[in-house]
């Protein structure tokens, strides 16, 4: 029977580390639940020193919900289609994973119709210089960042929808002259635009949260382009502001765990080839944003 030792609050707004339990093992109903509980409380879970195959990362995974094969096929595992590579390794000078992941603060798939409830990245290379690593993952409260709204604010944001999309997201990149991956005709037509609340409920905690972000928002209904990108560019900057923000410093063997609703992240793109970066990524799905 495995027991958690401890569950550690990282900071104030977000974040927890589990140690005592050994994810290669089944766990049994308890250590479940109260994990579930701790996922709900903190939005990202932080375990260290894990060594898992892949059947046992997806059955760690399926804990937390279902999970769903992620639109970007080309990067999905060759024997476990649910697990998405998140990589700047090449093979035959091809990238091995997606190798733009995080470029931009955003959450997992807000652009289709009902956005990932969570995800879950096993890291298994991570880059270092002198002994420190790169590539570190940071996490934005999104919750505690509509908490800290003026009121007025919230007014003007009540009933608020705005556009996402996936497309729009590799025209960022381009545009911005970032190397990133191509979309197929298909790709494109599997996930087309859609209009999603600017502030969402959490199905759990019933919290509000800032649900638009920087990667996958186009823009706001209703609202003339240049009062629409100006909101989104002032609920982007209060989202992220460091009292809201968890940064977290990967080692081999780490598995983070987080809330998409309840998060935005982003990952520093600031190593390159010979240093090499490998994670598995699995998401877990969710409903339609209300």
């Known amino acids: 029977m495995e027991n ?47 060594e898992l195959k ?4 997806l059955r760690f995974s399926k804990y937390f919900g279902e999970l769903e094969v992620h639109v970007l096929d080309q990067y999905l595992h060759s024997e476990y289609p649910e697990i998405l590579i998140v990589s700047n390794v090449l093979e035959d000078s091809r990238n091995l994973g997606i190798p733009d992941a995080g470029l931009y603060w955003h959450t997992d798939l807000s652009y289709m119709a009902a956005p990932s409830r969570g995800s879950i990245l096993y890291a298994i290379e991570v880059p270092e210089v002198d002994g420190q690593t790169l590539g570190n993952t940071l996490w934005a409260s999104t919750a505690a960042a509509y908490e800290a709204l003026q009121d007025n604010t919230k007014r003007r944001l009540d009933g608020m929808k705005a556009t996402f999309s996936l497309s729009g997201r590799f025209e960022k990149v381009a545009e911005d002259g970032k190397k990133g991956v191509k979309l197929t005709k298909d790709q494109v037509n599997r996930a087309p635009d859609v209009i999603h609340p600017v502030v969402r409920t959490h199905p759990v905690t019933n919290r509000k949260c800032i649900f638009v972000n920087e990667l996958h928002t186009s823009a706001i209904v209703g609202l003339p382009q240049a009062e629409s990108q ?59 944003p209300f």
């Open 230 to 288: 100006a909101l989104l560019a002032e609920l982007q900057a209060h989202t992220i502001q460091p009292e809201f923000v968890y940064r977290h410093s990967w080692l081999p063997g780490d598995i983070v765990i987080w809330d998409n609703v309840a998060t935005q992240h982003i990952a520093m793109h600031d190593y390159s080839l010979p240093q090499r970066r490998l994670l598995h990524r699995t998401t877990i799905t969710g409903d339609r």
């Open 54 to 57: 892949p059947e046992e990362f």
């Open 4 to 50: 958690i030792t401890q569950i550690r609050p990282l900071s104030d707004a977000l974040g927890a580390e589990v140690s005592g339990v050994d994810l290669s093992h089944p766990l049994d109903n308890s250590v479940r639940a109260s994990l579930i509980k701790a996922w709900d409380r903190y939005s990202v879970m932080v375990f260290r020193n894990q």
